[in-house]
Every structure is written in C-alpha cells, then in structure tokens.
C-alpha cells in the first residue's frame, strides 16, 4: 500500500519555498481572536513546511487555552477533495474537547463566522500500538470502536482571505464543532476491514436525505486515514483518542433552524447521530 505524503514536501504546492514561517505573534494572536470570534488573518505560507510551523505556533494556543488535544482531525481524505486544492495527500489538526459534542446535542452557532456541515466518520484508538501499525489490520486490532460524526467547521477567514491547502494547514483544518454518537465496538464487527469498506451512510436535514456517502470515499478505504496519519507523524495516538476521518458527502451551509441526522449501515448493524442547529 503506497500513501502520497507529498503533502510535507516544498515542491507539491507551490515549487521553490519563497515564504517564511510566519511570525508568532501573528499567530498566537490569530489563535486568541479566533477563540474570540474573530475571524482569520493570511498568514501568507506558500509551502506545507512553513504551514507546519506556523500551525505548531497556533496549536500552542490552542491548547493552553482548550486544555490538551483529545484526537485529531484529518481532512482532504477524499480524491475530489485532494484534486480541488491541487494535492495529493490529507492535512491534519488538532481536535480538542470543546469541539466536540454528543448526539442529540442543540448546536448553537453563535460564534462561528462560517460555519457548514458534513456526514463524517470518526473512530476511537483502544490502544497505543496503532503508533506501529502497518496495515489495515494492525489499525483494527488497536481501535476501540467506529463512531458516527456530524463536523461543523468554521472557515472563518477574513473575506479577502482565498483559502489553499497550505492555509488550512496553517489552521489545523478550521475545526470548531462536531457531533459524535455512540459507537460499535470493534470486537463486534465480524471482518472490521472488510464491514468498514462497505459501509454506508444517509444524511437527513429535516428528515429529508441530503447526501450520502460509502467507506471507499476515504482514501478508499477508512482505515488508510489512520496509517496514512500514523506514518505522518506529529500525532501522539493513545487510548481514548478520537481521529475524524474525513467527510463522507458535500459540505452544506450551516444555517439555525434545521435537524441532522446521519444513518450508518456497517456490517449488517446502524448507528446515528443527530444534532439541531439553533442560533
């Protein structure tokens, strides 16, 4: 299995490195307004390196502030998605506990500035040996469960700010809320590789299905996010980590008033997960 981690390489975006990390104070300080409802600045990076460095500075805010990352948040997993910013591989950041909400949850989207809404599909680490898997297999055996997630992101960019994928980097992939309901057991999936190939998922707004989604529109499968992160690096994965593995449909614009619900089928079992939006 190969992966295209072009991603934290100079030449994938933007060829010859022409930026520099950008300056910590400006980060930090788009950290703290960002907390604070405000929106993005350009933090003007032209390669992933420097993304990296400027988003170290940005989740040090982060998580003095939030308290320590609980999972992480792995975007771009979908070949569409890769090709419409012009990349071969996902971005990451840093999810924190805050973010995230249980089923049933009334969101409020006070405080967001741009918020939209995607079906997407998250798992639990049940143990620490997932830092040394190496196939579909080994992931498996070290997760604790498959759970089911509705994310709220925030693009939350001043306007004139274009977003690239260097961009999202630099912001850990503009996480802000998600929905998580409970999940299925690992040890009660028959053949988990081959249950979460096949899974498929329905999501309803008002309950009218809206999009829909299967395992394969996750770097083909939804396991390869996870190998795909671990051999990234930059990602402590221990138990209880919870790891967003991308979207399984469209993103939606997220506005009050409207009931989500996203359905799972996975090995000849469901799981759901709904949330309301309110302003």
């Known amino acids: 299995m190969r992966f295209l981690v072009c991603g934290m390489t100079l030449a994938c975006l933007t060829g010859p490195a022409l930026a520099a990390c950008p300056d910590v104070s400006l980060m930090q300080n788009a950290a703290r307004g960002w907390i604070a409802g405000q929106r993005l600045p350009d933090p003007v990076v032209l390669n992933m390196q420097d993304a990296d460095c400027a988003y170290a500075t940005f989740r040090s805010v982060l998580e003095a502030e939030l308290g320590p990352a609980v999972g992480v ?63 579909r297999e080994d992931v498996a055996a070290a997760l604790k469960d498959i759970r089911p997630f509705i994310e709220v992101p925030d693009l939350a960019l001043q306007k004139t700010v274009v977003p690239t994928a260097a961009l999202m980097a630099a912001y850990g992939v503009t ?14 999936l028959d053949d988990p590789v081959a249950d979460l190939a096949a899974l498929t998922v329905d999501l309803r707004v008002d309950g009218r299905s809206v999009d829909a989604g299967d395992g394969g529109m996750l770097m083909e499968h939804p396991l390869d996010v996870v190998l795909w992160l671990v051999q990234r690096g930059g990602y402590e994965l221990k138990p209880g980590s919870v790891i967003s593995l991308g979207a399984l449909g469209s993103a939606h614009p997220a506005t009050p008033g409207h009931r989500l619900r996203a359905e799972y089928r996975i090995g000849g079992r469901s799981m759901q997960v709904g949330v309301t939006l309110v302003p």
Do not use: C, H
């Open 73 to 135: 948040k792995v975007a771009f997993t979908s070949r569409s998605a890769q090709e419409s910013y012009g990349i071969e591989s996902p971005i990451a950041g840093a999810l924190f506990a805050p973010m995230l909400l249980p089923d049933g949850a009334r969101l409020s989207l006070k405080g967001s500035r741009n918020p939209f809404y995607e079906v997407d599909l998250a798992v639990t680490v049940g143990d620490s040996s997932i830092m040394q898997a190496r196939t």
């Open 175 to 188: 996480p802000w809320r998600g929905v998580l309901g409970r999940g299925i057991p690992i040890a009660d």
